[in-house]
């Protein structure tokens, strides 16, 4: 594997453009890597290692010899290591010039854009015939433009807002600015566009009235529609030191979306005012719009890293990059790449064709387990059915959202799979869209989960003063259950008493000893915590007699 990738890596250096050779680029260029033998064996799917490039690009492309066709999924790295999600790439043979233009026909997928990459994977659903990869860097051409030559973007001063109703405590401090923090004030996202600055009035005051801070803590903020708004006093153009990245505030600016994208994503119209903002901020300031930056921390309870941790991150960051929170939240930090390539594009979100996912649970309560039927429906424009689609089914039991598996939508738009689910937990499905459809994602839904309790050979009768055992099992494991015993009296059973007891490794072993000949019942019990609901044997007679 180490001899591919060095030899991956020496063809990928001699099949360079001339910028690439000459040591420095100084302006945009070219490469091309041979896909390795092994990838494009005979038969079957075809599947690459990953292709290391000695040069960051930001396009990519395939292109092969003949006019067989193939399916194509994509991904690429990021410079700080992590991986994109995997991209389908069309491959139309319909895109190629008239014959008797002089210009010729080639087999190719269409060009990919991801921002800025390292290294590169692909899938095919067949072997291609002398499969090539084309990358582009126009890096250069990025860095040099800088936002200061982009005109401002339109804002809602702090006096239209309402500021003077929010005044700061003390004057501002100032900084630097080598990147942006990304979050989200986690309100409702179902606000009208007159509501925006009443909004940031109130989070203003709220910052400075409540947490007791000299101002609002965000640099700007922008709102569903697209709207963006002055932040803390001082001037938008200016690195104003907010309080809004513990540890970090003096070196970065920070952006807000009015929204709560735990389980909703950022509007198209939300991503284009941010990237405005990120590229004219970042263009202000000097700085590029992309690369990997180093940050020194001033530390603080709030922060990953302790005082003069010197830390390398990406311009554009999400605060959780840096503090112990879960903001901007799952769904906006994973656009945070979308919102990358579009800070270097200078290009607003494309419009896009609407569309709708809806799920359904089987059931939204189960024993553990149970397999739960999860279904939904995926429609476009107009409501038409989407046909061969892919949706994840993603669950979340820990604050994470991951994906548990996928389902292709057949021709009625429909799709079904079965989850077997061992806590408590929310489910999702999410559908990533492609080029000229909006991406989609459900409602959320929660799923209960009860533990299983099973006791074994229950006694239902015995004499008073013996010892009566109660075994059983639990699942999913419970360090402890509750056993419960009544007795009845005067027409009703009231409690005789309760008793934890200590499971290990899912059983658990007890007994009771009456010293009263009478009628009881009895049960063990598994108390509601962080993983289940409660959960009970259900109740079991038990006669003692003298």
Known sequence: MRVLATAAALLCALLAMPALASGKARGPFDFELAAPSTAVAAGGPAASRTLYTQRRFNLVGLRWRGRASAAIRLRVRRPNGTWSHWETLAAHPGHNPDTDRGEPSVSSSDPL??????AVQYRLSRPLRRLRLHFVNVASELRSARAAQDPQPAFVSRRAWGASKCRPRAAPEYGAVKAIHVHHTVSLNDYAPEEGPAIVLSVCRYHRNSNGWNDIGYNALVDKYGVLYEGRAG????????????GFNDETAGIASIGDHT?????PETLSALAAYIRWKLGVHGQPLSGPVTLRSDGGPATKYPAGARVTLERVIGHRDTGRTACPGELLYAQLDELRALVLSGVGVLPTLGTSLSATLGDSSVDFGDVVPVTGLLSGPGGAPLVNETVEVQTNGTGLWKTASTAITAPDGTFAIELRPRRRLYVRLRYRGRAELRRATSARLLLHLR???????PVT????????????????RKRFVTLVLQQRKGGRYRRAGVRAVRARQGRFSTSLKPVVAATYRYAVIALNDADTDRASTGWRPLRVRR
């Open 113 to 118: 854009w991801v921002g800025s990459a390292d």
């Open 235 to 246: 001037g938008l153009d200016q690195a104003v030191v907010g309080a809004q990245a513990q």
């Open 451 to 457: 533990p299983l309790i099973t006791l074994r050979s």
């Open 263 to 267: 389980s909703v994503e950022a509007t």
């Open 461 to 476: 009768s015995s004499v008073r003063g013996a010892r009566v055992p109660v075994r059983g099992t639990v699942s999913p």
